[in-house]
C-alpha cells in the first residue's frame, strides 16, 4: 500500500500543481493522497471526479496535522520524503522495495526541518531543482515499474484505447468516443 | 540532442507548470525548451537564473510559430508528442534511442489536431489523466536513464552534496552552507 502526503499546500498559488501530485500519485500506483496544509476541497473534489471518470479505487482526504500523519504511518511501514537534498532515490527504491506500506513524502515551497529528522529516507531524483510531480512520478515508476501504467482501473467510465494518431476512447455507455 | 517544446503556455495559468517543465527538461538530460503559446518573460528569466545558479548548459526560448519549430526540427531528428492517448512510451523511447536529435513536445490544456499528425510518434506514460511535468520526467528517464541526474552542470555557483539528512550544499565561493 502507498501513500502520498503532500506538505504545505496553498490554495492559491498550489493548486494546480496540487492537483498533478494526486493525478500523479493515481496512475502510478499510490492508493491514496494526503493533502496538508491550506484545507482545499476545490482540489479533493476534482480528483474525486476524475476517479468516478476513469475509474479507481483511489482516494484523496485532508489532515491538517501532517506530523501526525507521518507518526501513525511510521507504526505501519517506512516513510520516505523527496528532496533534491536527499540520497540517490534508487538506492532508497530498492530498499523501500521490501517494505510492504510506504508514505512518500512531498513538499511545496519549505519543508519544515522536522521531516528531514521523521522520514526513514530522504531521497533525492538528482540533485538538481526540478519538481515534486516529476520526483514523485520518477520514484513512483523506479518503486513499481510499468504495472501500474498498464493496469486497468475498476468502474472506469471512460477509458482511453492506445493510438499512434487521434484520440480514441471507449465510454462505457456510448462505446467507442474517438475524435 | 534532445529539445523540449511546451505548446500553449498560458501566462497566468501555466506560469508554475510551464516553469517545472524547463527545470525537469535542464534536469533530466534536455539542452533546450521551446516555449509556445503566450509569450512570458518571467518564465524564460526565472530558468535562465536558475542555470546561473545551479550550471548549465540549457537555453529557454520562445516561438510564437510552434508548427515552424515543429517542421524545422523533423528535417534533423524525430518528434515525439507525449499525450495520454498515444502508444505506450517504452517502445517510443526504444525506437528514439537509435536517433540522435529528438524533439519532445508536451501539451498544456489542449492540443491542436495537427500535432498529433504532425508528430513522428505520440506517446503515452500510461493512458491515464496526469501530468506533462510527469510524463516528460518519466520519458526522458526512461530514454536517457540515470546519467543526466548524475551528472555536474558546468559552471555551478551552488551544488548540493546529497546526504541523509538535512540539506548540503557546497557554494563556489563560500564552501559548504549546508543549513
Redesign the interface.
Known amino acids: 500500500m502507498i501513500v502520498v502526503l503532500r506538505l504545505g499546500h496553498r490554495k492559491q498559488?498550489d493548486k494546480?500543481?496540487t492537483t498533478?501530485c494526486a493525478?500523479?500519485a493515481?496512475?502510478?500506483g499510490a492508493s491514496k493522497i494526503i493533502l496538508s496544509g491550506e484545507q482545499d476541497e476545490a482540489v479533493l473534489e476534482s480528483v474525486a471526479a476524475?476517479s468516478r471518470k476513469?475509474g479507481g479505487p483511489f482516494s484523496a482526504s485532508y489532515e491538517s496535522n501532517w506530523k501526525k500523519a507521518v507518526r501513525a504511518f511510521k507504526k505501519k511501514g517506512k516513510v520516505i520524503h523527496l528532496?533534491?537534498?536527499?540520497?540517490?532515490f534508487?538506492a532508497v527504491a530498492a530498499q523501500a522495495r521490501k517494505t510492504k506500506n510506504v508514505m512518500i513524502v512531498i513538499g511545496a515551497e519549505k519543508v519544515p526541518?522536522e521531516m528531514?529528522?521523521l522520514a526513514d529516507?530522504?531521497a533525492?531524483?538528482?540533485?538538481?531543482?526540478?519538481?515534486e510531480?516529476?520526483?514523485?512520478?520518477?520514484f513512483l515508476?523506479e518503486l513499481l515499474g510499468?504495472a501500474?501504467?498498464?493496469k486497468e482501473?475498476r468502474g472506469w467510465q471512460n477509458?482511453?484505447?492506445?493510438?499512434?494518431?487521434?484520440?480514441?476512447?471507449i465510454n462505457k455507455f456510448r462505446g467507442v468516443i474517438g475524435t
Open positions: 498559488r494546480r500543481v498533478h493525478l500523479v493515481r496512475a502510478f476524475l476513469w528532496t533534491m537534498y536527499g540520497e540517490p534508487d526541518r528531514y529528522a529516507y530522504n533525492a531524483v538528482g540533485s538538481q531543482p526540478h519538481s510531480v516529476a520526483a514523485l512520478a520518477v515508476y510499468k501500474p501504467l498498464e482501473f477509458k482511453i484505447i492506445p493510438s499512434p494518431r487521434g484520440k480514441k476512447v
